[in-house]
């Protein structure tokens, strides 16, 4: 018969991903190994194999909740965005904030995300791939809503791109107790877009010698 999980079973899984995050983060998936997680942990390597048969099924249980909680993101945005309860750009403009507010908190799972998927399973890679798609692709309709002047379906990856450029790096260098908070960079990212995406789209100038 199989063993019963316990009530803190969830709980616990969620104090190993934390902890694998970090030394994730710090010395990369491949430089961490289960005794390290084990160690972080102030636990054994047997008990830490109790909850997880493998470090790729940690990594893959970091990123399949990680990249579930940025759909819903979306989700949480869009649905109300499309009952009319708020304009295309203050959709787009709510949803840059959610997503830099995200990030502050879950800075070592995006780490994993830009730099771990290739570690996982054929399978498992196929599914967080398929959901950051699914991300980028409600974020490029939204964006062809609020500013159609600019966003066609000709360039809207590649502006959806490079909206996430702008927000998706910010681990490296913006700091929550900085002076620029998360908060106050997410008003600035915003701003860039009413300012850019608003104005007339710039004509290529030929190079004078």
Known sequence: MARPKSATHDLKREEILEVAANCFAASSYPAASMNDL???????????????????????DLLDRYTQLLVELVAEVHAPAKADSCTPKQAV?????????????????????????????????????????????????????????????????????????MINWTFTWLRPQGPLSYDAFAQEVIATLENGFTSPKPECQPHKS
């Not at 949803?95 to 399973?121: D, G, K, M, N």
Request: hydrophobic share 40%.
């Open 93 to 165: 403009h709510k949803l840059v904030t959610r997503f830099l507010q995200t990030y502050e908190s879950s800075a070592t799972r995006h780490i994993a995300l830009l730099h771990s998927t290739q570690f996982l399973s054929e399978a498992q890679r196929a599914l967080v791939v398929q959901r950051q798609r699914q991300v980028v692709s409600a974020l490029g309709d939204m964006l062809s809503q609020a500013y159609p002047e600019r966003v066609t379906s000709q360039n809207k990856i590649p502006l959806t791109m490079m909206l996430f450029g």
């Open 38 to 60: 084990a160690t972080a942990l102030g636990t054994s390597k047997a008990r830490l194999y109790h909850y997880y048969d493998s470090k790729q099924a940690i990594l893959f």
